[in-house]
Each structure stands twice: as C-alpha cells, then as structure tokens.
C-alpha cells in the first residue's frame, strides 16, 4: 500500500468534546451525520451519543432552519464528539452555528450566491480557528471570468477520461471557491468532491490530491442502502485509501448512520489505516459439508464479541475441519464445528470441546480468560501460528457416532478425512 499522500492538517474540538486532526500523519478519522431532526434537541443528543459509542470521530448536523441552530447551544454542552453543521443556502446559519460553539463548518459556497456573505463565514471561522469544509460536485455551476479557457485547459488535460467534462467543471470549481478562501488568508479547508458514480469519485479526489495540498474528506455520494451502498462506496475508497489519498471519511448510506461507522471502521482496520478496536472475526462462508446452524452461530458470536471483548484478538469460526484449519490460520482463538458440537482452540492449544448448544459461551469465556491473559503480559495477540492438528472427525467431533452404531460408518469418516 502506498505511503499517506502529505497534506496541510486542520484541527477541530475541544478539551470536552475531544481534539481530532484531519490531515497528514494524523490517523484517518470516521465521520457520520445524524438522521434525525437537529433542533428536536433531546433525541439529537440522543443520536450524536450513539454515534459517537458506535465509533464516529466526527458528527455532523444538518442546521437549515434557525431553530436549529438555536438547539445547538443546548446540544453541545451534551455530547463529547466535534460537531460539524452542515450549511446550505443560508450563510447566516454558519454564522449562528458558529456562535454556538460548533467545531468545523460544512459549506458549499456554490449555493451560497453571494460572495461577500461566504467572506463573512470565512471571517468567523478564521476569528475562532475553525476549519471549514468545502464541496464541489458534478453539478457545480462554473462562474469565473475566464470560465471557457480554464475549461479548455482542463478539458485537454483530461482528456483521457470518459468524466473529462465532469472533473474539468470539480476542479475548475474548487479553483473559483478556493480563490475566495486564500484571499482572505484561511487554509483550514478541507475538501469533498463527492459523487454517486464511484469511477468518477475515484478520478475526481485523484485529480485534486494532485493538485491541492489540503486534506481530504473521502466519501461515496446517494450510494443507496447498505445492501448494495457498501460496495459502491467500498469500492472507491478503498482504491483511494489504498494510494495514500483519504483523510477523512464518511460511508453514506439510507440506513441507520451507525451502520455506516461500522463499515468505514472496518474498511479503515481492514487497510491498516487505524489500529483495530475489539474482535477481529473471520468465519467460514459454509458449504455442504457444515454440520451446525452457522450464520446463526456467526452472528451471534460478532455481537456477543463486540459487547465484551476490547482488544483485537483474532477470532476464527468455522464449519468443518476439513479446512478449517487452514482456513483460520493466524487465528489466536478459534471453532471449529463439526457434527453439532464445537472443538475450541486457543493459539493452536486445545482447550474445550462442547455441544453445540454451548458453543457461544464457551467461545466467549475463552476469548474472555486469552483477553486476561493479554493484558497480565502472560500471552501476545498473534503470537503463535496456529498449527492445528485436525480432531478425529468420527469421536472428538460427534460425526459418525450414530452412524457407526448403526454400521454405516464409511460415508461419513472417510469422504470427510479424503477432503482434507
Ligand atoms: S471450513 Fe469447512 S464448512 Fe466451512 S467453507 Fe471451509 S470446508 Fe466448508
């Protein structure tokens, strides 16, 4: 993976709602926006709070009315995250989140007509060392003077692209906005350039990490629910995030936000771009030789995992071990099932062999007493291979033990000991 592109680095929070750097050596951060109304103040609170346990660095607010900005004053004082107010066509609500204390304005000087009230925002910001972000989108609308030469020149330099038209306009836009920022002295810009078409996402933030040095704020447009939203968001960013180009990141889904906490996390351990928090679950995708219910197993074991395990302990849950094994490689803790019971393994150890009824409680009260152990300095996460010697399918595993009390014993230990 390539190294992180440099950047500028903007700071947003306080000492009650936490300082988050956005930008360079800082780590990528996770944002999310609240679905809910923002001046329904209790269960604004409410969602910014659940957001913020679920992981979210950042939490943003949507203030298009004045009593939303009002409820900010009662909000803030509520919560422990950087908020962010998201403004659209009023700039006097930037102005009023921003006498309310917010930690970073989002704004998009296209829908704000005039200029000298986006001056104004700017000036209130800068006054309270404020960063503001700034988007520009396929549907920006260019006004500078020399719109058409810039188009050209652009429009040539990409002219490689099937998006040609599109990026010319993002960043032909970003130069117009952009000017505005740096005459009046402020860099604490971070910059969107978001789109629902992931290719386009991709070529957009690639153009413009080329050509500005501010850091920037990744995400996937309208990307849908998050049956099919994952991976159009997934997709891109993680092609971006891969380059070194990413410093911020919101996955946007029509589902509840935490899910999309969830899944930048995630996207963010899976790229080694944050250290993990909690379990770190692989599990088998089933075939037909499995022998218990586990995608109910699976899911039950991710949730139970979430609640009480802290550190990132690898844990393996698989249907057979016929590959098993193999499979769950480098698994500090692991399950393997076989005909309704589970063997569990404890860094290539041994340690209990249940029904499968029990299978969820043992696996935690394993992953449970290897979390003590971690911490007492007694064991290290991943620190044996695991090197498991598969169990007797036909005793330790339960296969075969009906069958071979009524002589039918071949189908089941020899097909499965020919698999491995
Ligand atoms: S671990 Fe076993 S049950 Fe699971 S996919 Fe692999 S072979 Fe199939």
């Given at each position: 993976?390539?190294?992180?592109?440099?950047?500028?680095?903007?700071?947003?929070?306080?000492?009650?709602?936490?300082?988050?750097?956005?930008?360079?050596?800082?780590?990528?951060?996770?944002?999310?926006?609240?679905?809910?109304?923002?001046?329904?103040?209790?269960?604004c609170?409410?969602?910014?709070?659940?957001?913020?346990?679920a992981g979210?660095?950042?939490?943003?607010?949507?203030?298009?009315e004045?009593?939303?900005?009002?409820?900010?004053?009662?909000i803030?004082?509520?919560?422990r995250?950087?908020?962010?107010?998201?403004?659209?066509?009023?700039?006097?609500?930037?102005?009023?989140?921003?006498?309310?204390?917010v930690?970073?304005?989002?704004?998009?000087?296209?829908?704000i007509s005039d200029?000298?009230?986006?001056?104004?925002v700017?000036?209130?910001?800068?006054?309270r060392?404020l960063?503001?972000?700034?988007?520009?989108?396929e549907?920006?609308?260019?006004?500078?003077k020399?719109?058409?030469?810039?188009?050209?020149?652009l429009?040539?330099?990409?002219?490689?692209?099937?998006h040609?038209?599109?990026?010319?306009?993002?960043?032909a836009k970003?130069?117009?906005?952009?000017?505005?920022?740096?005459?009046r002295?402020?860099?604490?810009?971070?910059?969107s350039?978001?789109?629902?078409?992931?290719t386009?996402?991709?070529?957009?933030?690639?153009?413009?990490?080329?050509?500005?040095d501010?850091p920037?704020?990744?995400?996937?447009t309208?990307?849908?629910?998050?049956?099919?939203?994952?991976?159009?968001?997934?997709?891109?960013?993680?092609?971006?995030l891969a380059?070194?180009?990413g410093?911020?990141v919101?996955i946007?889904?029509a589902?509840?936000?935490?899910?999309?906490?969830?899944?930048?996390?995630?996207l963010?351990?899976?790229?080694?771009?944050?250290?993990r928090?909690?379990?770190?679950?692989?599990?088998?995708?089933?075939?037909g030789?499995?022998?218990?219910?586990?995608f109910?197993?699976?899911?039950?074991?991710?949730k139970?995992?979430?609640?009480?395990?802290?550190?990132?302990?690898?844990?393996?849950?698989?249907?057979?071990?016929v590959?098993?094994?193999?499979?769950?490689?480098?698994?500090?803790?692991a399950?393997?099932?076989?005909?309704?019971?589970?063997?569990?393994?404890?860094?290539?150890?041994?340690?209990?062999?249940?029904?499968?009824?029990?299978?969820?409680?043992?696996?935690l009260?394993?992953?449970?007493?290897f979390q003590a152990?971690?911490?007492?300095?007694?064991?290290?996460?991943?620190?044996?291979?695991?090197?498991?010697?598969?169990p007797?399918p036909?005793?330790?595993?339960?296969?075969?033990?009906?069958?071979i009390a009524?002589?039918?014993?071949?189908?089941?230990?020899?097909?499965?000991?020919?698999?491995?």
């Amino acid at each position: 993976m390539n190294s992180r592109r440099p950047t500028r680095q903007v700071t947003l929070g306080d000492k009650q709602h936490g300082i988050i750097r956005i930008g360079d050596d800082a780590p990528v951060s996770v944002q999310t926006m609240t679905a809910g109304y923002t001046y329904e103040i209790d269960r604004c609170v409410a969602e910014i709070n659940r957001l913020a346990a679920a992981g979210a660095d950042i939490v943003r607010v949507a203030v298009p009315e004045r009593k939303d900005t009002e409820a900010l004053a009662k909000i803030l004082p509520q919560v422990r995250v950087p908020i962010v107010a998201d403004v659209h066509f009023h700039f006097q609500r930037a102005l009023e989140a921003v006498e309310a204390g917010v930690h970073k304005i989002r704004l998009n000087p296209g829908n704000i007509s005039d200029r000298g009230q986006v001056e104004k925002v700017i000036d209130a910001c800068k006054e309270r060392s404020l960063p503001i972000r700034i988007g520009v989108n396929e549907g920006s609308i260019i006004e500078r003077k020399d719109k058409q030469k810039r188009m050209r020149e652009l429009g040539e330099v990409f002219s490689d692209s099937q998006h040609a038209r599109l990026l010319a306009i993002m960043i032909a836009k970003l130069e117009e906005y952009l000017d505005i920022f740096y005459e009046r002295d402020f860099f604490d810009i971070v910059i969107s350039a978001k789109s629902p078409d992931p290719t386009l996402c991709i070529e957009a933030y690639t153009e413009i990490s080329k050509r500005f040095d501010h850091p920037l704020h990744l995400g996937v447009t309208h990307a849908g629910p998050r049956e099919t939203g994952a991976i159009r968001s997934v997709a891109p960013l993680s092609h971006l995030l891969a380059s070194g180009i990413g410093d911020t990141v919101r996955i946007s889904y029509a589902s509840d936000p935490a899910l999309e906490v969830e899944d930048a996390l995630e996207l963010l351990y899976c790229l080694e771009l944050r250290e993990r928090k909690g379990v770190d679950l692989i599990a088998c995708p089933t075939c037909g030789r499995i022998q218990v219910d586990l995608f109910t197993l699976v899911q039950d074991v991710r949730k139970s995992l979430a609640e009480h395990i802290e550190l990132p302990i690898k844990v393996a849950v698989m249907g057979c071990i016929v590959y098993g094994p193999g499979e769950a490689e480098g698994a500090d803790v692991a399950i393997f099932a076989g005909d309704r019971r589970g063997i569990i393994y404890v860094q290539g150890e041994k340690v209990a062999n249940v029904p499968e009824e029990d299978i969820l409680a043992a696996l935690l009260d394993e992953c449970q007493k290897f979390q003590a152990r971690v911490r007492n300095g007694e064991a290290k996460l991943g620190e044996k291979v695991v090197d498991i010697i598969p169990p007797d399918p036909i005793g330790e595993l339960g296969s075969g033990v009906e069958k071979i009390a009524t002589g039918n014993v071949e189908k089941v230990t020899k097909l499965t000991i020919s698999g491995q």
